[in-house]
């Protein structure tokens, strides 16, 4: 009896030292956060596309309750899903395929386009921070809050630009794109804009890359016009966002 | 696959390059797509293997943002520290450019199109 609690103790350890090696390598947490997606893709068919059943989002709370759960810093986390991270980069690239694809429509729509744009930057930086501003935020969250539409490489610099928190920029623009993931879509169908065109054009300026994932898991031309609309308003929201916050924050 | 993946690489680092070149406020990637977007346009059509390659990366594109997405955890105590504007700040920043875009550009498509009608 003795004999078989010491070689469980045995095993018990050697588990424990296979685990402290493993996972402080890539391989686990890149794993782990493929196989959180492919959760998050698959509660979402289960639901037949439910707007709330929102991969990302699902993704994010598998693996913060494991890193929590295994006490794994987001150093650690970040080491070995970095892989990931990099691949933004080409990924923003290949927007230039669809949008290429789609030259003729993105001609004819263009000065359309561009009056959305005006409004939707416009609109993007003053809703959020007033609505913070409003309720009492303190100024450097209003400034963090403001560029939050814009992919984050971008309004991490705006943030950076204003006075706001850069990282938690960040973090707060990836739950705007979650909460555009889930409710953007059936917004845009309650304000009756049904064309894929406009609708992704939408979900891009206000939604970034986020609202542009979204946008292709819906429709290919969506996607496209998303991509576009992200891309652009990266660039608006810089050039409007710092004088818009000495407007309203005096 | 693989000249398509350094195909994007390619134009990613000649927008590295130029947004430093030219100090722009963009990212490098963003330039990139512009610049891979000039030159489609003039080479007037899509190698297969980056229309493939292309397409099988952004119809994933949701899994990239999750790592980064992940680091919510690290501003939890910040972020519940001002909750409130923080969450309605979320909702009606969201809600607000979502609805204006989308309606503006049908407007202007619903006034271009009368507008071409009537001459």
Same mark, same amino acid.
């Given at each position: ?250 | ?17 130029? #947004? ?5 406020? &963009?990212? =490098?990637?963003?330039?990139?797509? $512009?610049?891979?977007? /000039? *030159?489609?346009? !003039? ?28 680091? #919510? ?5 910040? &972020?519940? =520290?001002?909750?409130?504007?923080? $969450?309605?700040?979320? /909702? *009606?920043?969201? !809600? ?24």
């Amino acid at each position: 009896m003795a004999a078989r609690t010491a070689k469980g103790g045995i095993v018990t350890a050697r588990l424990a030292d296979v685990w402290t090696q493993l996972a402080s390598q890539p391989l686990l947490w890149l794993m782990a956060t493929l196989a959180a997606y492919v959760t998050g893709r698959w509660v979402q068919d289960q639901t037949k596309g439910h707007p709330l059943a929102n991969p990302v989002a699902i993704a994010i709370i598998l693996l913060a309750a494991a890193l929590i759960l295994t006490g794994t810093p987001y150093d650690t986390y970040i080491n070995g899903a970095q892989i990931l991270n990099f691949l933004l980069g080409p990924a923003t690239v290949a927007l230039a395929v669809p949008l290429y694809q789609n030259l003729d429509k993105v001609r004819r729509m263009l000065p359309s386009l561009m009056v959305g744009l005006a409004i939707g930057s416009t609109v993007g930086v003053l809703s959020s921070s007033g609505t913070a501003l409003l309720l009492g935020a303190s100024k450097p969250m209003v400034l963090t809050l403001a560029p939050k539409a814009v992919t984050s490489p971008i309004a991490m610099g705006i943030s950076q630009t204003l006075g706001g928190l850069p990282p938690l920029t960040a973090v707060l623009v990836i739950l705007t794109g979650i909460f555009a993931g889930m409710f953007g879509w059936p917004i845009l169908r309650l304000v009756g804009v049904h064309d894929p065109a406009a609708a992704g054009f939408a979900m891009g300026t206000a939604a970034h890359g986020i609202g542009t994932a979204r946008a292709f898991q819906i429709d290919f031309t969506a996607g496209t016009f998303a991509g576009l609309g992200m891309g652009l308003n990266g660039l608006a929201t810089a050039v409007i966002a710092p004088p818009l916050m000495t407007l309203i924050m005096g | 696959m693989i000249p398509a993946i350094a195909t994007l690489l390619l134009f990613q680092l000649l927008g590295e390059g130029l #947004v430093r070149l030219l100090a722009l406020p &963009i990212p =490098g990637p963003v330039a990139g797509m $512009a610049l891979l977007f /000039v *030159v489609l346009i !003039i080479h007037g059509r899509v190698p297969e293997g980056l229309r493939t390659t292309a397409g099988g990366l952004l119809q994933h594109l949701s899994l990239l943002f999750i790592p980064a997405g992940t680091g #919510v955890i690290v501003y939890v105590g910040r &972020i519940a =520290g001002e909750a409130v504007p923080i $969450a309605a700040a979320l /909702v *009606v920043g969201t !809600i607000l450019p979502i609805a204006a875009t989308g309606l503006a550009v049908k407007g202007m498509e619903w006034l271009r199109a009368r507008r071409r009608a009537a001459s």
